[in-house]
């Protein structure tokens, strides 16, 4: 019998996609402490706590009651209220349940925008260092990717004017991330203000907000949302969810809230996708939008513990130095001192100290010359974890 080998033809888009590090690292830690070695995880973006209990037994009495079937493309509208509700209450922002579609994940909200936007001859402008998946996604699009440089000195904020700078006639979509991932990093209100009276004279721009850390905040700071400037109303998209504020990672459910002339686009987007949301995850959110937000609190109290410790302990290393993130539950420290490259400190660390982290290049060319530590473990782990980078380094 003969046999003939089919090479399949992929679409040349496929070259361009990209990936997001950190589930290749965790992958590699696994396989080494199948190996017998014993690797401490300071690389994964997500809460190391249960998902809160009312929110478990809420789904538990989900699958009981019966939502086994499809939803509206759009989510529950009872989700959809409390959603507006969430909204009001942390953001200060009105919002009409029509503009919210609930999606599985954080991720799907910035596919849509950037599927929606980007093309070949389009700009989509992005934070650099950041979330590795928005370069990927406007690669992929065809658009060309534009570079917001999120600078130490600026606390890894950004500054609106050279921001507004970079502007042109082919920007079609603006892409910004307050509490930042990698970098901890927060947006203060005087710099959104002069970025959102920036815009003002770019009618063709539309911006996404993601939110997603938008809980995680420490001492004092203030979450400014773009849901907050009236004038941009009918151009601003909105990404938040529940897997980092509730520990719901594996339960994958996200939200947009998306302007008049775009929500449709979107729900379209989501019909041809993933048709709607798991119905049982989309019950327990519910349950922790409305519930006892004690576990909240919890979690964020054990996080400021934690980072810290962390910023402390960094800081105690020759050769490294550590602003003091402000959000989310990163640190993203300054390794320039060590006279190591960001990804040979990464594998270095990995597999010879046995010390799970991400090389800053994970999240774009500028963020060589630091690493990503999350402080998402506990404070023995992140003890011992940095006590073993600073015995690698000497």
């Not at 699009?141 to 440089?149: C, D, F, H, L, R």
């Not at 939110?211 to 151009?235: C, K, W």
């Not at 938040?240 to 719901?248: L, R």
């Not at 490259?341 to 060319?365: H, I, M, P, R, Y």
Request: aromatic letters at 8%; proline letters at 6%; a negative charge.
């Amino acid at each position: 019998m003969s046999t003939t080998t089919v090479s399949s033809q992929l679409a040349s888009r496929m070259g361009v996609l990209g990936t997001e590090t950190a589930f290749e690292v965790f992958a590699k830690a696994k396989a080494l402490e199948a190996q017998g070695k014993n690797i401490v995880h300071l690389h994964i973006g997500a809460p190391d706590f249960n998902t809160p209990p009312n929110i478990v037994a809420a789904g538990e009495k989900a699958l009981r009651d019966g939502w086994h079937k499809y939803t509206p493309a759009n989510g529950l509208p009872d989700l959809r209220e409390a959603v507006c509700e969430d909204i009001l209450r942390y953001r200060g922002a009105e919002v009409n349940p029509d503009n919210v579609l609930i999606v599985p994940g954080g991720k799907p909200t910035m596919f849509y925008a950037i599927m929606m936007f980007g093309e070949p001859g389009a700009e989509i402008m992005y934070p650099n260092p950041g979330f590795p998946i928005y370069e990927s996604m406007i690669h992929w699009s065809g658009a060309k990717a534009v570079p917001i440089e999120l600078k130490e000195e600026n606390d890894f904020s950004f500054d609106a004017d050279s921001v507004l700078s970079k502007i042109t006639p082919n920007t079609r979509l603006m892409i910004v991330n307050t509490p930042a991932n990698p970098t901890g990093g927060i947006v203060q209100r005087s710099e959104m203000d002069k970025l959102v009276a920036g815009l003002e004279k770019h009618p063709h721009v539309t911006i996404l907000c993601d939110e997603i850390y938008s809980r995680q905040l420490y001492d004092g700071a203030e979450h400014v949302s773009i849901l907050q400037y009236p004038s941009l109303a009918d151009r601003a998209i909105m990404l938040d969810g529940w897997s980092k504020t509730y520990a719901m990672t594996g339960w994958r459910l996200g939200y947009g809230v998306w302007p008049d002339s775009l929500i449709k686009h979107a729900e379209r987007l989501q019909i041809n996708s993933t048709s709607c949301a798991n119905a049982v995850t989309q019950v327990a959110a519910i349950e922790a939008l409305r519930g006892p937000q004690d576990s909240v609190d919890e979690m964020l109290k054990a996080f400021d513990e934690r980072r810290h410790v962390m910023h402390r302990e960094l800081n105690a290393i020759p050769g490294i130095s550590c602003v003091m993130p402000k959000g989310a539950f990163y640190a993203f420290p300054n390794i320039t001192g060590t006279g190591r490259k960001s990804q040979d400190l990464e594998n270095g660390l990995l597999n010879e100290a046995g010390v799970a982290c991400l090389s800053g290049t994970a999240f774009g060319a500028m963020g060589e010359g630091y690493l990503r530590f999350s402080y998402a473990n506990s404070v023995e782990q992140i003890q011992e974890g940095l006590r073993r980078v600073k015995e690698y380094l000497a």
